[in-house]
């Protein structure tokens, strides 16, 4: 079974300034995805960002940036340039590759303020 | 761009009751899946949906639980008897060809058990 760890439940930065959320996870896989979704007050789940493990290369979505490092089973999430609108819950997950249904394991979540 | 639909987006039931929450996925998307979050909880896999049934389901997807795709366009998650303890956020995904490409969330019902 799979296990997502977010270690930080709430941080809190100034407008404008660059944040970082932490993920660690385990498994025995080897052929995996992961994500992080945000979920603002309204409590929808919205993907942010999405990582194939082969790829070693990291993903970036505009302001938002992954750090992934496969053999330390990490998955950080950077935001730059924060903004008010980035108030939210952050959720890291996993999901198994092969081309099945299965579910993603979700972490606790950390919980982001953005102050003005 | 195409979302996945969920009804009602508040549903209040009595204890023992039977609820149906609805979800209507993206239309050409493949593989349908169900997740509840208790509140100040993390998001929990319930199920999943393939090819007309159950592809995967977690522990707590037990006997109180069904989930039926009636007409083709529709996705609904049953639960039987319901408890206390099934007061949660459920929410609908949808997914156009597996490996997580990635999955597509609704918004969610808000499940209330008096």
């Known amino acids: 079974a799979q296990t997502v760890t977010q270690s930080q439940p709430e941080m809190s930065v100034q407008e404008a300034e660059t944040v970082t959320l932490s993920c660690t996870y385990d498994?025995?896989?080897?052929?995996?995805?992961l994500f992080w979704y945000k979920q603002p007050p309204s409590r929808q789940m919205i993907l942010v960002i999405r990582?194939?493990?082969?790829?070693?290369q990291n993903a970036t979505e505009n302001r938002f940036s992954v750090n992934f490092q496969k053999a330390a089973k990490s998955f950080s999430l950077k935001i730059s340039d924060s903004q008010l609108g980035d108030t939210a819950m952050y959720f890291c997950?996993?999901?198994?590759?092969?081309?099945?249904?299965?579910?993603?394991?979700f972490g606790k979540g950390t919980h982001l303020i953005i102050q003005p | 761009e195409p979302e996945v639909t969920q009804t009602p987006s508040h549903q209040v039931t009595q204890m023992g009751q039977e609820v149906i929450l609805r979800c209507v996925p993206i239309?050409?998307?493949?593989?349908f899946y169900w997740y509840r979050q208790i509140l100040g909880q993390k998001v929990e896999f319930l199920v999943s949906?393939?090819?007309?049934?159950?592809?995967?389901k977690s522990e707590i997807f037990d006997d109180q639980f069904s989930v039926e795709r009636p007409d083709g366009s529709n996705f609904t998650l049953k639960i039987r008897s319901t408890k206390l303890e099934d007061s949660a956020m459920y929410f609908c995904?949808?997914?156009?060809?597996?490996?997580?490409?990635?999955?597509?969330f609704g918004d969610g019902t808000r499940l209330s058990i008096l």
């Open positions: 949906f393939y090819n007309n049934e159950i592809s995967e």
């Open positions: 995904a949808s997914e156009s060809r597996g490996s997580h490409q990635p999955q597509h």
């Open positions: 239309s050409n998307h493949l593989y």
């Open positions: 990582q194939e493990a082969y790829k070693q």
């Open positions: 997950a996993f999901g198994l590759g092969g081309g099945g249904a299965d579910g993603l394991t």
């Open positions: 498994t025995s896989e080897n052929n995996y995805y």
